[in-house]
């Protein structure tokens, strides 16, 4: 489901938006990939580097950072994670997770924290040419030095209006799998809607399977095959995800919403709206309020 979830999140308005206006702003790549995914992600990309994109046409080169890529999906499941590269360029991946499950990274990078020098550049030479590479070109050269420079301060402040973008991806990806039809068939919409439409009362399996005329094993089966979801969860993720509306609310007490949307104890209210979203009802209600 991750991969698919990504490949959700990538084809949506506000990450198309996002993405353009990073770019154009910083002058850096950005790519959002999911853990699934075993490739480089700047490759082909706006704002791609010259000098890695050169590099990214050789396999011995290409196999090096993809070696990168490897360490940061491996170091960044819960923070954002900066590795530099054997030519000294840095790359950063912020973790993108659906509750309590990593499902992919926003990456950039391709940039030097300190100004490149003669030195380095011959050390880059000398590396490329074990792996049959001839580098001491100008056209090599200018793409090297022509690499973006970033002070810490820069770099810093990069990588925090990624994690804060993440943060809101991670908030879409439950309304994606709330909201995601993908063709289904006719029964399961109909399942759907009336759970929407009575997710504030207590619902069971074989109630929602009388209602589309199916056995509740058989309707049990198709439903998890359709949705990626069991029931039970299902309904749990619809019922998060009114509540998100409802908590803006300040005169709301939490334990009246949990009730409101259907939930039968603040315990397991707290316990799903953490699991599916990441952060207790609270602490969800504290962070919109600040902003």
């Known amino acids: 489901m991750a991969k698919e979830l990504i490949k959700a999140l990538a084809d949506s308005k506000i990450f198309q938006e996002y993405e353009r206006a990073f770019c154009e702003s910083t002058g850096l790549t950005l790519a959002l990939r999911s853990v699934e995914t075993w490739n480089l992600p700047h490759h082909g990309k706006r704002m791609e580097n010259p000098f890695c994109a050169m590099m990214a ?53 391709q940039v030097f924290r300190n100004a490149p020098t003669e030195a380095q550049f011959v050390q880059a030479v000398k590396q490329l040419a074990e792996w049959g590479i001839s580098a001491d070109t100008k056209e090599w050269r200018e793409a090297y030095f022509g690499t973006r420079v970033l002070s810490a301060r820069q770099h810093e402040s990069i990588v925090k209006l990624l994690a804060i973008f993440a943060q809101h991806l991670s908030l879409m990806c439950n309304q994606i799998v709330v909201q995601e039809q993908n063709c289904e068939p006719p029964f399961i919409a109909r399942a759907k809607q009336f759970i929407s439409d009575n997710q504030s009362e207590e619902l069971s399996l074989d109630q929602v399977a009388k209602v589309v005329n199916m056995s509740s094993c058989y309707f049990c089966k198709k439903f998890k095959k359709s949705t990626g979801l069991n029931f039970t969860e299902y309904i749990n993720r619809v019922r998060v995800e009114k509540s998100r509306n409802l908590l803006l609310n300040p005169n709301l007490r939490v334990s009246e919403i949990a009730y409101e949307v259907g939930f039968q104890s603040l315990t397991h209210f707290n316990r799903m709206f953490k699991r599916v979203l990441g952060s207790s009802p609270t602490d969800y209600r504290l962070q919109f309020a600040k902003n």
């Open 57 to 109: 046409n050789t396999s011995r080169a290409c196999a090096s950072c993809l070696e990168v890529q490897q360490q940061l999906a491996e170091t960044a499941t819960h923070e954002p994670q900066t590795i530099t590269c054997s030519f000294g360029l840095t790359e950063t991946a912020v973790p993108v997770r659906m509750g309590d499950q990593l499902i992919g990274f926003l990456s950039t990078g």
